[in-house]
């Protein structure tokens, strides 16, 4: 069974980076045709999708936050990590971690249980 | 354009079928997912490739699209179906859109 978890701070300083790790259990980051997601929810709204890192390491962001967002992955501990820069009130939010299956199906199977990320001073 | 929309809210009576709609230019070309969310959890899948449910979701989830149209059906809604919906699809730019959500109201 997949299981994903999200960790990191809980509240952050504007301007500066917001850095969350998912740390997934029951199935490779580097296997199967994966794509390990980030998407966020800001407080009483909808969902927002952040960009993904793959199973051969490709990385794709959502043109809105490209400038100030990557993903990246550490195979040996199988996790995959967000880091979003300059940070503002608006980038409050539940971040979730999730697994697409394929690219063709926008097919989130798996997701984690969301961590509240508040940007304030 | 790629965004997907669907209704703010709609209800429906126990027992009754709803039908839950989604409207984007995306949906003429790429497939359509449907996700069903609760107060304070993570999104659960209920429909993928339009119209195939995941293991475990009960068969009186439906999907189907027409045109620039996707519809989620639920067919003799439970009170444990009362949550927010959201769709979600690819676009050509391989950015991927979802939808605004809709709150489901059994009554």
């Known amino acids: 069974q997949v299981q994903l978890q999200e960790s990191g701070p809980g509240l952050v300083k504007p301007s500066q980076t917001l850095s969350l790790t998912c740390t997934v259990s029951?199935?490779?980051?580097?296997?199967?045709?994966?794509?390990w997601t980030w998407v966020r929810q800001p407080p009483g709204k909808g969902l927002e999708y952040i960009g993904y890192?793959?199973?051969?390491?490709?990385?794709y962001y959502n043109p809105s936050l490209k400038i100030r967002v990557s993903i990246s992955v550490d195979s040996s501990k199988n996790q995959f990590s967000l880091k979003v820069n300059s940070v503002t009130v608006a980038d409050t939010a539940v971040y979730f971690c999730?697994?697409?299956?394929?690219?063709?199906?926008?097919?989130?199977?798996?997701w984690g249980q969301g961590t509240l990320v508040t940007v304030s001073s | 354009s790629s965004e997907l929309t669907q209704d703010p809210a709609v209800s429906v009576a126990l027992g009754q079928t709803v039908r839950i709609t989604c409207q984007g230019d995306?949906?003429?070309?790429?497939?359509v997912s449907w996700y069903q969310q609760k107060p304070g959890q993570a999104p659960l899948l209920v429909i993928y490739?339009?119209?195939s449910r995941p293991s475990g979701i009960p068969d009186r989830f439906s999907g189907s699209t027409s045109g620039n149209t996707a519809s989620l059906t639920i067919t003799g809604a439970q009170a444990e179906d009362e949550a927010d919906y959201y769709c979600?699809?690819?676009?050509?730019?391989?950015?991927?859109?979802f939808g605004g959500g809709t709150k489901l109201t059994v009554l």
């Open positions: 999730a697994r697409e299956v394929g690219y063709t199906f926008a097919k989130f199977d798996s």
């Open positions: 490739n339009e119209n």
């Open positions: 979600c699809s690819r676009d050509s730019s391989g950015n991927h859109q």
């Open positions: 029951g199935v490779s980051v580097s296997s199967g045709d994966y794509y």
């Open positions: 890192i793959s199973y051969s390491g490709a990385t």
């Open positions: 995306s949906l003429r070309n790429y497939y």
